[in-house]
T-cell receptor, first 114, second 116 residues
Framework: AQSVTQLDSHVSVSEGTPVLLRCNYSSSYSPSLFWYVQHPNKGLQLLLKYTSAATLVKGINGFEAEFKKSETSFHLTKPSAHMSDAAEYFC????????????FGPGTSLSVIP | DGGITQSPKYLFRKEGQNVTLSCEQN?????MYWYRQDPGQGLRLIYY???????QKGDIAEGYSVSREKKESFPLTVTSAQKNPTAFYLC???????????????FGPGTRLTVL
């Protein structure tokens, strides 16, 4: 069975400081992992994905994430937060079995303080 | 431009009425999905379809129905049997069969349904 845990429901950072959004997963198979961002009343947009290639994945808007199998983690980071980063972030695990099983984490709300 | 469209953006329904939410994609994707999102919560899967004329129930299918008569279209009907239908509904699609475990989902802009 697969599951996703986002360790913080809400994170608040000051503009210009680093961002860390934590994600741990559980999977019986080799998973693909994704981070999505959702701005208020909008659909989700893909930030980055890991699909068994390089463990350090770079995404859009300066975000990156590192896949650590030993820790079953896929934390999202950004060196310097911008006001426009304020949004909801979802960590997602996907496993191809007999059907496409995609599990969404509960989300982390990021606030950026001027 | 390729993408997913959902209409309408806002929808109001009287209690006891059925309503259909539209989802269209021109990405040539085989798989399509419907999710429900409630305030402060993550996404919950209602239905998904891996191929035309086939669809499967997700985690919260009760009170909903879908059809997949065309590859590009996956409408969702919220029936009067759905006890708490007020929510934000998101449609998504993903790549070809056999690779969809590795391909990301592309999301539409969502439809906000309010039951009066």
């Amino acid at each position: 069975a697969q599951s996703v845990t986002q360790l913080d429901s809400h994170v608040s950072v000051s503009e210009g400081t680093p961002v860390l959004l934590r994600c741990n997963y559980s999977s019986s198979y080799s998973p693909s992992l994704f981070w999505y961002v959702q701005h208020p009343n909008k659909g989700l947009q893909l930030l980055l994905k890991y699909t068994s290639a390089a463990t350090l994945v770079k995404g859009i808007n300066g975000f990156e994430a590192e896949f650590k199998k030993s820790e079953t983690s896929f934390h999202l980071t950004k060196p310097s937060a911008h006001m426009s980063d304020a949004a909801e972030y979802f960590c997602v695990v996907s496993v191809w079995t007999s059907y496409d099983k995609v599990i969404f984490g509960p989300g982390t709300s990021l606030s950026v303080i001027p | 431009d390729g993408g997913i469209t959902q209409s309408p953006k806002y929808l109001f329904r009287k209690e006891g009425q059925n309503v259909t939410l539209s989802c269209e994609q021109n990405l040539n994707h085989d798989a399509m999905y419907w999710y429900r999102q409630d305030p402060g919560q993550g996404l919950r899967l209602i239905y998904y379809s891996q191929i035309v004329n086939d669809f499967q129930k997700g985690d919260i299918a009760e009170g909903y129905s879908v059809s997949r008569e065309k590859k590009e279209s996956f409408p969702l009907t919220v029936t009067s049997a759905q006890k708490n239908p007020t929510a934000f509904y998101l449609c998504a699609s993903s790549g070809e069969l056999g690779t969809s475990g590795k391909s990301e989902q592309f999301f539409g802009p969502g439809t906000r349904l309010t039951v009066l």
